[in-house]
């Protein structure tokens, strides 16, 4: 847990994912805004705690305004068993602040692949849900924090994305008959953006997939405890129970023509992959999303850097791809459209 009230940014690990994910943005030419890449900036508001959970925390940088402003909302990756709030990078908050958008850096319940006795245990299908929560949370508490909560968009890298993904793409988890007034309100978001992200969590998925594009010799996590994933032992996993979890995060299957636009990035090679990492940050990812789209009719821009020379000119030309299309869908929606966002809280009966 950070102890003080600056993103720590002094870290090889910090330095690597400035230079992975920016797909070699320090390199390209400024658009205009004057930001400083490594300064260290001080949350609004510091280790927010958002729901019951002992990770359940975040930090929230909004700049001044007389008027509520728009809400990006950052989960951080780390393949939901390490990393943290203070992974967002100071470009990410500058470019939001200097646009007159709030961001927010949310942490979140990691998966527990050990020890099915474990308190905290939880699976996937629960991280992604009570991650929503944050959302909600910030939602519940716009006019206190001076936030337009009928115009929010989720990012985030790795795992991060892919809780993105879920909430952009599932319904609206709001329960109007909630005791909670922070469960009232909704999820549903203007925009996705995703960052080395998954089409599924639905894992029996990803091998068919893979196979078909490299042959049947591809082997694929052997160090994955799979049921544990799913917060489940062996037997239940190969039951009906394991098919109905996995089903709560098949989010390619949960896209449909009436969710937000996403953007998609891959800054990975086509090749096959040889590890996890190659594994869940592979550009077929993108491939499989950007299909998917088509069929539904979803908006989608899907960027594979290493893959098609027109998308990395795109990144050429757009300075940090992702956050830079959602401010811009964020700023192009004043009011919400049809029901997708609950404007107030439902009172309690």
Known sequence: MLR??????NGPVAVVRLLILAGGWLMQPSDGLAINRLVKLTPTHFHVRYG??????LDLWVPESNSPVPLLVYFHGGGFKQGGKHMITPVEVQRAMENG???ASVQYQFVHREGLDEPERAGVHD????????????????????????????FGESAGAGISLWIGCHEDIADPSSADPVLRESSRISAIGL????????????LPEFAGRFGGSVKMFDSVDYPAFYGLTEREYRGPQGKHRRSLVDMISLMSSDDPP???VSYMPDRKPMSIVGFSHHPLHVELMENRS????????????????????????????VVSFLIERLKAEPAPRGNEVIIQAQPVE
Do not use: N
């Open 4 to 9: 003080d009230s600056r993103i720590r940014w």
């Open 294 to 321: 088509r069929e539904v009719g979803q908006p989608f821009i899907g960027l594979m850097t290493k893959v098609r020379q027109e998308d990395r000119e795109y990144v050429k030309q757009h300075s940090q791809p």
């Open 262 to 264: 996403i953007i998609m």
């Open 127 to 154: 991280v992604v849900r009570r991650s929503a929560r944050a959302v909600q949370f910030l939602r519940y508490h716009a006019e206190r924090y001076g936030i337009d909560k009928t115009r929010v968009a989720c």
């Open 52 to 57: 019951p959970e002992r990770r359940q925390l």
């Open 101 to 103: 958008v709030a961001i």
């Open 195 to 206: 960052t080395h992200g998954q089409f599924s969590y639905d894992l029996e998925k990803w």
